[in-house]
């Protein structure tokens, strides 16, 4: 494991608001960070939304779920969050930015998210009339 980065200490001769703002600049994500951060969490948010609306069909009897959909709802998310917590946690001891950790943690729940309205959308039921 590498070992972690002293303190960073205030350069003699540098004023206190200059440190600040050259520390708070250099911690800053890309643009480039910031577009794929975004765009990865704008799909989980659409897929989460699609899933959301698939289960309410399911509790409404308008589409066909697993009998176990239910409790299966509640305990994915705890697992979830669980892996999202570790990996975030693995990439801060590693010593990545915030925007690493964001998209580490972001990571585990796009991909249960996309796999839920995968396994979801395969049950849909057959259009009446169509």
Sequence with gaps: MP????PISQPPGL???????????????????MLRL???G?????EAQAVV?????????????????????????????HEAQAAMM???LKGGSAATLAEAGLRP???RTRANAERLS?????????
């Design 38 to 40: 975004s765009l990865r």
């Design 53 to 81: 609306a698939m289960r309410m069909l399911g509790l409404m009897g308008f589409w066909p779920v697993a009998p176990d959909e239910n409790a299966l709802m509640v305990v994915e998310k705890l697992a979830a969050l």
């Design 15 to 33: 004023d206190t608001s200059a440190f600040l703002a050259l520390m708070l600049v250099s911690t800053l994500p890309t643009p480039a960070q």
């Design 90 to 92: 693995r990439a801060a």
């Design 3 to 6: 070992a972690l980065s002293p």
């Design 122 to 130: 395969r049950r849909c039921p057959a259009l009446v009339g169509g």
């Design 109 to 111: 729940l796009r991909r």
């Design 42 to 46: 704008s799909a989980m948010m659409a």
